[in-house]
């Protein structure tokens, strides 16, 4: 990881880019201070797994039934 001030990152923003394709990841800072990092995009999320909850837990059989007065009561404006 490299780190860059602003105004070189506007000087050779497409070099940092084709970086961060590459893997690569920048920091951007003002005056010395980190401010933005430039990450590759398919850094920024992880693949979520489905079904790791399997078995931990049990939906009630009235899990749709209609909630009762009291509680519909507290959705309604005043």
């Known amino acids: 990881m490299n780190a860059i001030n602003i105004h070189a990152a506007k000087t050779q923003l497409s070099r940092l880019i084709d970086e961060a394709e590459a893997g690569h990841e920048t920091i951007i800072a003002r ?6 990092r ?5 850094a920024v999320g992880t ?9 931990k ?4 059989d009235d899990f ?4 009762p007065d009291d509680v519909l009561d507290g959705f309604e404006p005043r």
């Open 38 to 42: 430039l990450v590759p995009l398919n």
């Open 31 to 36: 005056a010395g201070r980190p401010v933005a």
């Open 47 to 55: 693949k979520r797994r489905l079904g790791i909850l399997a078995g």
């Open 57 to 60: 837990f049990r939906v009630p």
């Open 64 to 67: 749709d039934a209609p909630l």
